[in-house]
Each structure stands twice: as C-alpha cells, then as structure tokens.
C-alpha cells in the first residue's frame, strides 16, 4: 500500500489573480511524482468579496460561476477552471478534498429587523442587557445565481447569531431570539459556549438548515466528484449535526468518502471528547502536535523532546491523526499564530513524513511560497517525500528515550525491496544513539541520505550501530543501495 500524503494547497496571503485552480491543473503531474495522495483545496465557492481566502462565505453553490458580489470567479478561478484542475488531479490519481465552511455566512445581501440579545464576548452565556430590536444583514437572495441548484433563502431565523446592528451602529456580539433559538449546546466549552464565531452565525439546530446544508453536502460532493471534506470551525458548530452531516454524505458517495475536522484545540481531552460523542468516524488535524512542533522550536534545546509525542492525537488514537507542521491559520499574522520555528520544521516534517502513525499534510506555504517568498523548506521536503515512498515500510520501534536526541526505526518490509530507515532529530548538540534493525541486517552498509553526514555505518552481528545525527538538525539513515 501506497503511504499517502495530504497537501494543503493554498496559503493566507496568495495573490487575488484567479489562477490557483490553473496552477493546481498544471502541478497535479508534479505532485503525483512526489507521491502526494491528495489535495486539500481552500473554499472553493463564492465569498463575501473577490480577495477573500473563501472563509467569509457567501454562497455555497456558485463555485465562480455567476456574476455575484461583484466577481464571476473566487480568488482563485472559475467554476470551470476547478472542474479542469480536479480531472487532473484525478487522472493522476489523487483525490481532492473541499475545504467545507458551514459555520458562518458573511456577505449578506439585504437587512432585515429581528429581536436580539448582546453578549458578553468573554462569557457567551451571559447577555450584556435586555432584548432590542436590532438589523443586520441577514437576508440572501443570490440574485445572480437565482434558483439554480438550490431556491433556499437564507433569512434572520436561519442564525443563532450575528455582529453587527445598523440601527444603533452598534458592533458586538448578538445572539438572535426566537422560538426555539439559541446557542447549540454541541459545541465546545471555550468562553462557556463557543457557538459564536464570526459573521451570520448558522442555527444547525434549524431543521430547515439542516437539510439545505445536507443537501449542499450531498449535492457539491458529487457534483465535482470530491473525494473528501475538510470541516472548518468544528468546535463552534454543534456536534448532532456533523455526525449527521458525515452519515449523510456517505450514504450519498460511500462509506471512504474522508472527513478531516478542524477542532483547534490544543486540549486533548476537549478533541476526544468530540471524537467520542461523533463515534470517532473522522479524522481530526492533530493539533496538539501542532503545538508541541510550536513549544519545542520556541524553547530550543530548553525543551525536553523525549516529551515530544505526549498528549497527542498520535499516541491516544493515532488513527484519527492528520499530522501537520503549520497550516493557513498558524501561519505568521493569521488569527492562530503559533508557527513552528524555520530551524525545526525539518525535524517534524520528518518526524510526521517518517513515521508509521499519522496522515501527514504538508503545507503549501512551506513547500511552496508564503508571501510570494520560496520556502526555504522544499529540498529537505522533497528529500523527505522520497523517503517516505520508498523507505517508511514496515515495524517501528520509538525511541523518545533522552531530551535532547529521539528518533525512530522503520524495519521495512516485503513489498518494498530495500526499505526500512532510521531516523533521528536533535535540539541540541550532536547526538548520537545506538539503534537496532535486528541480526538479520547483520553487516548492511547504511548512509545518510538528507547530506549531513558522509560518513557510512556497517550493522554489526545483532544489525546495530551506533547512528549519528548533528546538532539541530534530523538525520535519516537507510541501506546502501
Ligand atoms: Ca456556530
């Protein structure tokens, strides 16, 4: 079986050209050598303005195809322009998975009057004063779009809450009142309620908004022929409803159709819980590694990386785990900064491309270009990437066993002649640590294959040797060829 690799194709600052979708078209041959398995997408549908990244979003159903918000295409393309890139993709065999952005509505294409109470931004549950009639822009009538593909309107009652009142020029949290309105309960305990998070906030406890929003699931999937869903904001929509928005979906495109839910949550416990209450059938972005890649490359040779693995999605139910280094919102200047050092990130991109747990996602900003500047990033990624198709087979043995130096053994196996690698990091000096790939190795020459060092080894009669790795810095060992 192939080792798959995730790839999120995008970044936060990509200029407003309209050509991602044509660039993606041209790189899916590129991307396929490398052995990415998929492609993760950004919002692909219409957003409250042209340059938006596709978060704020606006309509669903127009993927740039009609003239609304004052563009035919996103930020990205056109409708047409994204059929093509996705036919490449598939005809390279890599799936794509749809950035899903069901939380929020933005954009909103007229007022309307409806009562509301303000909130306290710290504590949802506490309203800041009684009840007043307030009016945002609540109503949708895609005008360009018309009834085609779907003649849902969205009104006030289809929300649980929004921002901003025109009446007072008032700017503040409201959560909207009506018979049997209010905030989810499903949904993560973050401010006491975190249902609210920005824009026209969806009531996913309106059966009305449940159906549209399964039906557009169900509809978009195939449509493009997706071949998976990236849930954004998870833990500010209600539970009862992903779990049911997932059923619904797969009885439509099949049980493999992938989920991967974005839970930013750096708490264990809070992503289990979740997990747990949905009957753990998706995968969710392993966050909590995320922050330990973050904390170990802040605090340098301070921070004790036999620690590295621990309260993580990998070592509680690795199967749930999309392992990451970076993404669009840790990236530098976005809401969740929290990038992982330029000095470590080759060690956990090898660490998370090495290992046999995990589905690894590599990130355009690194592999790419952040800004319009080239990662520095690519070699080592592309060095890594071929290690991993050819190598990272087989049993594995950890050893997180000192604070400075950690690594791991992939003994290969059957189906890939020549595979099985070791693989070390340090945050220190140079380290060194005696590793095992049992007797029947006995006397294989191995070498270093990323540069560092040029020196080889020879497996002694028990297939062990002592493997050296340099000071901040990753190592990964395999056979001579
Ligand atoms: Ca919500």
């Not at 693989?423 to 070498?447: I, Q, V, Y």
């Not at 270093?448 to 020879?458: L, N």
């Amino acid at each position: 079986m192939k080792n798959g690799v995730l790839i999120q194709y995008f970044e936060w600052n990509l200029p407003n050209d309209g050509l991602l979708w044509r660039q993606l078209k041209e790189d899916a041959k590129h991307l396929s050598e490398i052995g990415i398995s998929a492609v993760w997408i950004p919002p692909a549908y219409k957003a409250d303005e042209q340059q938006d990244e596709g978060y704020a979003t606006y309509d669903l159903y127009d993927f740039g195809e009609f003239d609304q918000k004052g563009t035919v295409r996103t930020k990205y393309g056109t409708r047409g322009e994204l059929e093509e890139a996705i036919k490449a993709l598939h005809d390279v065999g890599i799936n794509v998975y749809l950035d899903a952005v069901l939380n929020h509505k933005a954009g909103g294409d007229y007022a309307e009057k409806f009562k509301a109470v303000p909130i306290n931004e710290e504590d949802r549950n506490r309203t800041l004063g009684e009840p007043m009639e307030i009016q945002a822009m609540t109503g949708y009538n895609f005008e360009g779009r018309g009834d085609t593909y779907s003649d849902f309107k969205w009104h006030w009652y289809h929300f649980s809450g929004t921002d901003y009142d025109s009446v007072a020029d008032r700017h503040d949290i409201f959560r909207i009142i009506g018979p049997g309105k209010g905030w989810s309960q499903g949904v993560d305990k973050e401010k006491g309620n975190y249902d609210y998070l920005l824009a026209n906030d969806i009531d996913l406890d309106n059966p009305e908004v449940v159906a549209e929003l399964n039906r557009w699931g169900r509809w978009a999937a195939s449509e493009f022929g997706f071949d998976g869903y990236r849930m954004d904001a998870i833990k500010h929509m209600d539970r009862n409803f992903t779990s049911q928005f997932v059923d619904e979906v797969r009885k439509e495109r099949g049980e493999d159709f992938f989920f991967v839910a974005e839970y930013w949550n750096g708490d264990m416990d809070s992503l289990m819980e979740f997990s747990e209450a949905i009957g753990n059938k998706i995968s969710l972005f392993d966050v909590p590694l995320h922050y330990n890649f973050f904390a170990a490359s802040q605090q340098g040779k301070d921070y004790d990386l036999s620690c590295l693995l621990e309260n993580t999605l990998l070592s509680r139910d690795s199967r749930l785990s999309v392992t990451f280094v970076d993404n669009h919102d840790s990236q530098p200047d976005s809401s969740l900064e929290s990038n992982v050092a330029d000095w470590f990130k080759p060690m956990a991109y090898g660490l998370i491309l090495l290992m046999r747990e995990g589905y690894p996602a590599i990130f355009y900003g690194d592999y790419y270009s952040m800004k319009r500047e080239g990662s520095p990033h690519r070699l080592i990624l592309d060095e890594l990437l071929v290690a991993r198709q050819k190598y990272a087979y087989g049993d594995q043995d950890l050893y997180f066993d000192h604070p400075s130096t950690v690594g791991l053994v992939r003994h290969g196996d059957a189906d890939h002649a020549g595979s099985g690698l070791v693989f070390l990091m340090s945050n220190d000096e140079d380290g060194s640590k005696e590793m095992s790939l049992g007797p029947l190795r006995a006397g294989e020459t191995w070498h270093e294959i990323t540069g560092s060092i040029p020196e080889e080894i020879v497996l002694d009669e028990n297939g062990t040797a002592v493997f050296t790795v340099k000071g901040r810095n990753l190592a990964v060992w395999v056979k001579k060829e």
